[in-house]
């Protein structure tokens, strides 16, 4: 029975007889491309929605495919530097969030805040009870509604995937 042992470079290998393999030893490999997330994030949905409401919106206003994602990698890092985004993330979101086989996928839509929304929302922070702060805490009060600057909304809703059909498309007569 082949025993199983450590080799100097820290990788597992197992003893053979086996005349083809060198020093007696099969290797085990890995596998090979790029490695697989372990989970996803709350930020990588945040970044989807974001991404794929650009997108939308360069595509209804008549952008091709490769200059909506152009646009809305600029967007993305133009207002949320911290954030890492690439063209080809953004491809991968696209191809994640809407499969092509899929007729019915997840939309977001990017719109902006009312005042009337942003008064409901203090009067609702306004019943809650203060926080209960440590001792020289420097947390934000819930209170402190001007900190929400860009006022932009992001809304989620299914809804059937849209056609983007090409403009130079040949058209045909009955």
């Known amino acids: 029975m082949p025993e ?10 197992l003893n053979s007889t086996d005349p083809k ?5 099969v290797r085990l490999s890995r596998k090979r491309g790029r490695p697989r997330k372990e989970a996803e994030k709350p930020e990588d949905f945040l970044r989807a929605g974001i991404v794929m409401s650009i997108y939308d919106e360069a595509r209804r206003d008549g952008q091709k495919h490769s200059a909506a994602v152009r646009q809305a990698v600029e967007f993305t890092k133009q ?3 911290e954030m890492s985004i690439s063209e080809t993330e953004v491809r991968r979101t ?3 969030f809407r499969p ?6 997840l939309l977001f839509e990017r719109l902006p805040v009312t005042e009337g929304e942003v008064e409901r929302l203090r009067r609702m922070l306004e019943q809650v009870p203060p ?10 009060s819930l209170l402190d509604i001007s900190s929400f600057q860009p006022r932009t909304k992001y809304v989620i809703r299914f809804g059937e995937r849209p056609s983007y059909p090409r403009h130079n498309r040949k058209i045909f007569e009955d």
């Not at 199983?4 to 290998?13: I, R």
């Not at 393999?21 to 030893?25: D, I, N, Q, R, T």
């Not at 092509?100 to 996928?105: A, M």
């Open 79 to 81: 207002r949320h530097p």
């Open 21 to 25: 393999s060198a020093e007696g030893k």
């Open 131 to 140: 926080a209960q702060q440590r001792p020289g805490s420097n947390a934000p």
């Open 4 to 13: 199983k042992h450590l080799e100097e470079n820290g990788k597992d290998a």
């Open 100 to 105: 092509r086989t899929s007729e019915t996928i």
């Open 94 to 96: 696209l191809a994640r």
